[in-house]
């Protein structure tokens, strides 16, 4: 691999990471972590499964005075 070919694939690592940020803010905001954790997604490789591992495995806080909705 080349080093243009490189420069390449990180621009478009960090570009993807960049934009996964802000949408992961929210989701971790609304899960009732801390929003900050988003800024795992930016570490290459390990980031994202942790911050992925964070969202599934960790126990949400959910408001409990919403209505309930029966299906």
Not at 5 to 21: D, E, Q
Not at 40 to 69: C, D, K, M
């Amino acid at each position: 691999m080349d080093t243009e070919t490189l420069i390449i694939w990180i621009c478009g690592y960090i570009a993807f990471s960049g934009l996964m940020v802000a949408p992961l803010w929210v989701i971790f905001r609304r899960a009732g972590h801390a929003a900050a954790l988003s800024l795992l997604f930016l570490l290459p490789v390990a980031g994202p499964l942790i911050a992925l591992y964070l969202l599934a495995f960790r126990p949400w806080s959910t408001p409990h005075n919403l209505p309930r909705q029966d299906a």
